[in-house]
């Protein structure tokens, strides 16, 4: 079965300074990835998706990720954090109709 | 507003009381998910229909749980006699299809708390 590990479960940062969000996944088939955000007391709303196209895949909001099979791993990526980017971040693994969620990363942005 | 709608947003029940949960997805995605949320984890899947058909239920959906989806419009989800374990937030979600690369669109969810 396909699972995920967020490997921080706080990154803080300055804004205007780069945002590195960690992901490492594990699959049997060919996965479609995702980031997912969650600000306090909205809804989960998909940041970006991985299917089987380009490895490196831009989002919403500036934030873009890259698709390295052979460290099994979709980083997210900001080159510039911005207050309103602080929130949860989840990394979600997807295959035969099953998506599996990380544990999730909490991002700080400081002043 | 046409994203996917959960009722209530908040419930607070005593435990051993049954509880029923209600969403509304995007009217023309065929699948729904039911997933559970506890405080610093991510979302874990419970339960996903097509349609009508209720296609999977992950273990962690006790005999005390009971989800439906008539007509494959709206699904609900009752607890049975409540427990404090039980408190957490349900999402929903839907979406058109599972194939590669289909994201599905969450609701806000509705937070349960067993007291």
């Known amino acids: 079965a396909q699972s995920v590990t967020q490997l921080d479960s706080h990154v803080s940062v300055s804004e205007g300074t780069p945002v590195l969000l960690r992901c490492n996944y594990s699959s049997s088939y060919s996965p479609s990835l995702f980031w997912y955000v969650q600000h306090p007391n909205k809804g989960l709303q998909l940041l970006l998706k991985?299917?089987?196209?380009?490895?490196l895949v831009k989002g919403i909001n500036g934030f873009e990720a890259e698709f390295k099979k052979s460290e099994t791993s979709f980083h997210l990526t900001k080159p510039s954090a911005h207050m309103s980017d602080a929130a949860e971040y989840f990394c979600v693994v997807s295959e035969l109709n099953d998506m599996r969620f990380g544990a999730g990363t909490r991002l700080t942005v400081k002043p | 507003d046409t994203g996917v709608s959960q009722n209530p947003r908040h419930k607070i029940t005593k435990r051993g009381q049954n509880v029923t949960f209600r969403c509304d997805p995007i009217?023309?995605?065929?699948?729904l998910y039911w997933y559970r949320q506890t405080l610093g984890q991510g979302p874990e899947f419970l339960t996903y229909?097509?349609?009508?058909?209720?296609?999977?239920k992950s273990r962690l959906l006790s005999d005390r749980f009971s989800a439906e989806r008539p007509k494959g419009s709206f699904s609900t989800l009752e607890i049975q006699r409540t427990e404090q374990g039980d408190s957490a937030m349900y999402l929903c979600a839907s979406s058109l299809s599972m194939g590669e690369g289909t994201e599905a669109f969450f609701g806000q969810g509705t937070r349960l708390t067993v007291v």
């Open positions: 009217s023309e995605h065929n699948r």
């Open positions: 991985y299917t089987s196209a380009a490895t």
């Open positions: 229909f097509q349609n009508e058909a209720q296609l999977e």
